[in-house]
């Protein structure tokens, strides 16, 4: 542990998004049974059409816009003081949703939305899609200390663990004030949470437990908030 800071002296665990991720019914046994599950993930993996607006199997089932981030939104600007002129990154913005109800609130806000999907960014919500650009979370196409804040969302689990101590590295890099971000992942804190989120996930390359999550936070030097959503 020598050289590394606890967490807890750094960074503050914020589960803003379990309630909402709660209010969606999974049929965890169906996901496993109904197809062929590896064949799924391997078009899902894609983030193509199929991911995004295919059939349920292969992902989402179809992402359209219905306002259901503006709580989060909401959250996010009164925790970090997203003021007029600031400015914030999105690693893995998917369509943007989100960035759009932020703007929403702060018309004034700089955003700047990042995805690996070219599909998502093609598809995005039109009032924000100016915003969007592709691109890979570890190596993040920004200068250093360009952002007042970051966040990410469902997306770093989806990262092989070089690649994702590369992303959180970079998602510092580019902050004025590390302190500044917010990092969501699926995890689990049971044995029946982690067979659900085995059954049902799709993308997911990082498996981990919360003090496991937690470990690769201090590793990394990652200074910002972070949360989890589990499948209960």
């Known amino acids: 542990m020598s050289g590394f800071p606890r967490l807890s002296e750094r960074a503050r665990r914020v589960d803003l998004i379990q309630s909402l991720h709660a209010s ?18 391997s078009v899902a993996r894609r983030f193509d059409a199929d991911y995004w607006d295919g059939e349920r199997r292969f992902g989402y089932g179809g992402y359209r816009y219905d306002g259901r981030w503006r709580s ?23 369509k943007g ?9 702060v018309p004034e806000l700089k955003v700047c939305g990042l995805d690996v999907s070219a599909y998502a960014i093609e598809h995005a919500k039109p009032e924000i899609a100016g915003s969007l650009l592709r691109g890979d979370a570890a190596e993040l196409p920004f200068p250093d ?3 007042d804040c970051v966040i990410s969302l469902a997306t770093l689990h989806n990262l092989p663990i070089a690649a994702l101590f590369a992303a959180l590295g970079e998602i510092t890099r580019v902050l004025r004030d590390p302190a500044q971000a917010y990092v969501m992942v699926e995890s689990y804190r049971s044995e029946r949470e982690k067979m659900n989120l085995l059954y049902w996930q799709l993308t997911c390359a990082s498996f981990y437990a919360v003090p496991d999550w937690e470990w690769v936070f201090e ?5 910002g908030d972070y949360g989890f959503i589990f499948f209960e």
């Open 24 to 41: 969606t019914a999974r049929d965890y046994v169906g996901r496993v049974t109904a197809h062929d599950k590896a064949e799924c993930a």
């Open 97 to 105: 949703f989100l960035l759009y109800e932020l703007l929403t609130l």
């Open 145 to 147: 200390r360009s952002f």
């Open 219 to 223: 590793r990394a030097g990652y200074a």
């Open 72 to 94: 989060v939104a909401e959250e996010l600007v009164a925790r970090y003081a997203l003021g007029p002129g600031k400015s914030l990154l999105d690693v893995g913005c998917g």
